[in-house]
């Protein structure tokens, strides 16, 4: 089945510092969302992405996709406490079922 | 954005007993709702798709007669985890989408 991976699995920053999680597939995907997982919590959409080389940013976060759309790439600023979580990729299927990629668990050192 | 509720938010359950988890779209309806499960430290994994009126489509590897999927209502969406044992231990969350997913709070099961 679909498999979308993701690097680093973990990632400990200085608070400060910035973070990127990078998200690749062996096929092409039509659409790319990234999601974070507070722990104990459930995933909160973060974002869509659905054109080759697309990038969108909000805040201290920029997401880009790929222009082969097989791989997309979360770009987190002067990470803060408050970014800590885990950072998943996922695409969406046509009954709009999701496929997560493994997730990166972000870390940050105050 | 829209609410998904899922009650309950954790459950402790004695080995061969059954634990129904409850799924709502509090303030949309959904034809579709979604089931996954996520073991400690691992990305989500979908189980199921729960279909209104219908019968819920199961993903590879995943017993059907061992969690009974029953999607009743355009607002609600049951996975009743039967037989319960140690290794079905897990955070169980679902989803529906109106324009993307809104998944409920997670339910953590353990199985004593």
């Known amino acids: 089945g679909q498999q979308v991976m993701q690097i680093p699995q973990y990632q400990h920053v200085q608070e400060g510092e910035d973070f990127t999680t990078y998200c690749n597939s062996s096929?092409?995907?039509?659409?790319i969302q990234w999601y974070k997982q507070r722990p104990g919590g459930h995933p909160v959409f973060l974002i869509q992405l659905v054109k080759s080389g697309e990038v969108k940013k909000q805040k201290r976060l920029t997401f880009q996709f790929g222009e082969a759309k097989k791989n997309s790439s979360l770009h987190i600023t002067a990470t803060q406490t408050t970014d800590v979580g885990t950072y998943f990729c996922?695409?969406?299927?046509?009954?709009?079922?999701?496929?997560f990629g493994t997730g990166t668990r972000l870390t940050i050192i105050p | 954005g829209a609410v998904v509720s899922q009650h309950p938010s954790w459950v402790i359950c004695k080995s061969g007993t059954s634990v129904k988890i409850e799924c709502r779209s509090l303030?949309?309806?959904?034809?579709?709702m979604f089931w996954y499960r996520q073991f400690p430290k691992q990305s989500l994994m979908l189980m199921a798709t729960?279909?209104?009126?219908?019968?819920?489509?199961?993903e590879q590897g995943v017993e059907k007669d061992k969690f009974l999927i029953n999607h009743a209502s355009l607002t609600l969406s049951t996975l009743t985890v039967t037989s319960a044992h140690p290794e079905d231990s897990s955070f169980y969350i679902c989803?529906?989408?109106?324009?993307?997913?809104?998944f409920g709070q997670g339910t953590r099961l353990t199985v004593v």
């Open positions: 729960s279909n209104e009126g219908s019968k819920a489509t199961y």
């Open positions: 989803s529906a989408n109106k324009g993307r997913a809104f």
């Open positions: 096929t092409t995907l039509s659409n």
């Open positions: 996922a695409t969406a299927f046509g009954n709009e079922k999701l496929t």
């Open positions: 303030d949309f309806q959904a034809t579709t």
